[in-house]
């Protein structure tokens, strides 16, 4: 069986916890080929971002393309684009795609830095989101592209039909950020269907960053291994769950998740 391959778009996490790091640690994991395109340099830790040097969209565009011209892509995603050039190269490279797409609107790293130029919001909604197959936002980011305050899973629910009217195939809206529960719920809003309610018993870490890079990754690795959209989300969730459960911290601050965990062999 050939192994699929997937391609992220997303911005270098130097302390190798979120972004193309965790991008391809997640899609090796799942048991695909990982490939990137690198949106932006970071200089960062599990303290902070220090620095942000982001790619011309002109060579965004050529390591897309380049890509393409040497690997067929079985699905892709996007994480940190940054700004309203970077997004709408994206979005002409990924115009007309055959394959599964599945955008991560980061916008807010774990420490607080700002990933998403204010100015690039608009271009986000309207250039990328209609490509996608699935847009799987936070609940500041749901919050950011719905124009609507959340607090509870209904929130997440009204949110996430807002975001579905926008364009995108389907949202995933996530529920790690809410406080005080002792479950996280993602809510699935598909079109013509009932929000589907995801909950997951909370991981008590202080190791997450890089979660939402990791979850978007193992949902796009799914869907490359030609699941259903309902079957890649559950799937990435229980590898997002135990790589949480098994989660170590390396260095200083917040810790990343541990994308082996389902690889590592304990005697």
């Known amino acids: 069986m050939r192994i699929p ?21 997640t899609i090796m994991a799942m048991g695909c080929y990982g490939m990137s395109a690198i949106t932006a340099l970071t200089a960062q830790n599990g303290l902070g971002v220090t620095g942000i040097f982001p790619a ?19 699905a892709a995603k996007t994480g940190m684009l940054f700004n309203a050039g970077i997004i709408r190269a994206v979005a002409k490279a990924f115009a007309g795609h055959s394959f599964p797409l599945v955008v991560d609107p980061v916008s807010v790293a774990t420490s607080g830095s700002r990933l998403l130029e204010e100015s690039a919001v608009d271009s986000l909604i309207r250039d990328l989101l209609p490509l996608a197959d699935i847009v799987t936002p936070n609940i500041p980011e749901a919050e ?5 305050a959340v607090a509870d899973v209904e929130g997440q629910a009204a949110a996430g039909r807002r975001i579905l009217d926008l364009g995108p195939g389907a949202v995933l809206v996530k529920g790690g950020h809410r406080p005080g529960t002792d ?22 870490t202080g190791n997450t960053h890089g979660t939402g890079c990791s ?53």
């Not at 060579?59 to 897309?64: A, D």
């Not at 393309?65 to 040497?70: D, I, K, Y």
């Open 215 to 267: 979850l978007s990754a193992a949902i796009a690795s799914g869907l490359g291994q030609g699941k259903s959209m309902a079957e890649a989300v559950t799937q990435a969730q229980a590898f997002l769950n135990r790589a949480l459960r098994e989660s170590y911290n390396p260095g200083k601050g917040c810790g990343p998740v541990n994308h082996a965990a389902g690889l590592c062999r304990r005697d």
């Open 183 to 204: 479950t996280v719920t993602d809510v699935l809003v598909l079109p013509g269907q009932d929000p589907v309610l995801l909950p997951q018993k909370k991981v008590e």
């Open 5 to 25: 391959n997937i391609l992220t778009a997303a911005g270098s996490d130097s302390g190798g916890g979120a972004g193309i790091q965790a991008d391809l640690k």
């Open 144 to 148: 950011m592209l719905s124009g609507m």
């Open 56 to 74: 011309s969209p002109e060579f965004v565009s050529l390591q897309i393309e380049t890509v393409a011209q040497g690997f067929a892509i079985d």
